[in-house]
């Protein structure tokens, strides 16, 4: 490697690969303070944004991690270029601060990934919010995962963050510092103005920061996709398949369900937007007759485990204890005892039992039969999650994810006995 102190005394500015490097990491060192230090007044930013900024908060750190490992094999084969003389005082001081932020470059980012590994709320990290590019969790020792290891964390990221403002303006102040009262180039050396002569680039560095950056990127999307959770479809897939229609049975109350022609979802809105979800198995019994409405009933078997969401940070949690625990409650079930005709329709009133809750539900729906004997029913009834404790580990507030979920049904049946 060349010295870095030319013999001629000559000040020179950084090569063009040093100072692209320099300002993208800087940049997104300035991104994450403000984000990071808005977090704790969330209620400022509008509700449709607050999930996606912790989210970019968590891509823009592992980027700076990538970044600074690609300076960092820049930097290997070209050294800093010569600067204006100074004391030694201040050039021990100098040099201890971009030793320390080097370090912080490191530790703040990694302290954010530590603290993301071990939050309970089990969100995954999904770089630039997609599906495709899931990042892993790290593996961490006991003592972190607890509530005492992640408040410890928590603050070690937090006083990290605070110490990378002090160093910046440290930093901005040597800057200024060499510029108005020294008279030399200072701002002008990491900047492609000035007229200084640029320090000249050891190509070698490019294929080799690029490689440091794309195997850390890389590497790390393959270790999340291997311990991702499987996409809805391949989550019905697991599922046991549901009986065709030719061959549900008819119901106790007479009624037989076309399954392949029905359908059980539901929506909720999630960061500004509705995501919607289904409901692979289920079953139902119905006894319904417009015109015997005190005799009508129906009741509702939902396999927990087969439900599912279009959205892989809600899908992450469906199946834990925030979600609908499918491992201590395995079925959920609705009871509608209570029917009565409305204006659009009928009204149905009823419970659902859903994880250790039972609380009351209404169901508006239509019902309309073809001369043929088959009958369409179309419902949505409304949620309050919190009822049911459905994220509220996540959101309690409701801050990202609706209060309000929607569950929509589509049946298509045929009464028992009548022909195909």
């Given amino acids: 490697m060349r010295s870095s102190h030319p013999t001629s005394g000559r000040i020179e500015g950084y090569n063009a690969g040093a100072m692209i490097l320099h300002w993208a990491i800087a940049l997104a060192i300035f991104f994450q303070l ?5 977090m704790s007044q969330l209620q400022l930013f509008p509700r449709d944004m607050r999930f996606s900024l912790i989210q970019w908060h968590k891509t823009v750190g592992i980027t700076i991690l990538a970044l600074t490992l690609a300076r960092i094999a820049w930097r290997l084969f070209n050294p800093p270029p010569a600067h204006g003389p100074m004391p030694r005082a201040e050039a021990a001081l100098a040099g201890l601060v971009h ?3 080097y ?3 490191i530790a703040v980012p990694l302290s954010g990934w530590i603290l993301v590994s071990g939050s309970t709320t089990k969100i995954p990290t999904l770089l630039m919010l997609s599906d495709a590019l899931p990042w892993p969790n790290l593996p961490l020792p006991a003592f972190l995962l607890n509530h005492q290891g992640h408040e410890v964390i928590e603050t070690a990221h937090a006083v990290l963050a605070y110490s990378f403002v002090v160093l910046i303006g440290l930093h901005v102040a040597g800057a200024l510092k060499h510029s108005i009262i020294d008279r030399a180039p200072s701002f002008s050396r990491m900047l492609p103005i000035g007229g200084l002569h640029r320090q000249q680039a050891a190509l070698i560095a490019l294929p080799v920061a690029a490689a440091a950056a ?7 999307v393959a270790i999340g996709r291997s311990g991702a959770a499987p996409a809805p479809a391949a989550q019905l897939a697991q599922a046991p398949a549901q009986a065709p229609a030719a061959a549900a049975a008819p119901s106790a109350a007479g009624w037989a369900i076309d399954k392949a022609a029905s359908k059980l979802g539901y929506s909720v809105t999630f960061s500004g937007k509705t995501v919607t979800g289904t409901v692979g198995n289920w079953d139902a019994a119905i006894n319904f007759d417009p015109a015997q409405l005190a005799q009508a009933r129906a009741e509702v078997t939902v396999d927990t485990a087969s439900i599912t969401i279009d959205d892989a940070f809600i899908r992450s949690n469906l199946a834990g204890a925030d979600g609908f625990d499918t491992a201590a409650f395995p079925k959920a079930r609705v009871e509608l005892t209570s029917f009565a005709k409305t204006e659009t329709g009928y009204l149905a009133k009823g419970t659902l039992t859903l994880k ?5 539900i209404a169901l508006p729906f239509t019902f309309e039969q073809a001369p043929d004997g088959t009958a369409t029913v179309t419902g949505t009834a409304e949620l ?5 404790q459905l994220g509220q580990q996540q959101d309690a507030k409701g801050e990202w994810l609706a209060p309000t979920i929607k569950v929509e049904l589509s049946l298509k049946a045929r009464r028992a006995g009548a022909g195909a």
Avoid: E, H
């Fill in 103 to 105: 370090a912080l470059m």
């Fill in 214 to 220: 794309v195997a850390f990127l890389s590497g790390g």
């Fill in 384 to 388: 309050d999650r919190a009822t049911f």
């Fill in 356 to 360: 250790s809750v039972t609380a009351p």
């Fill in 34 to 38: 403000a984000v990071g230090f808005s």
């Fill in 99 to 101: 030793g320390l932020f």
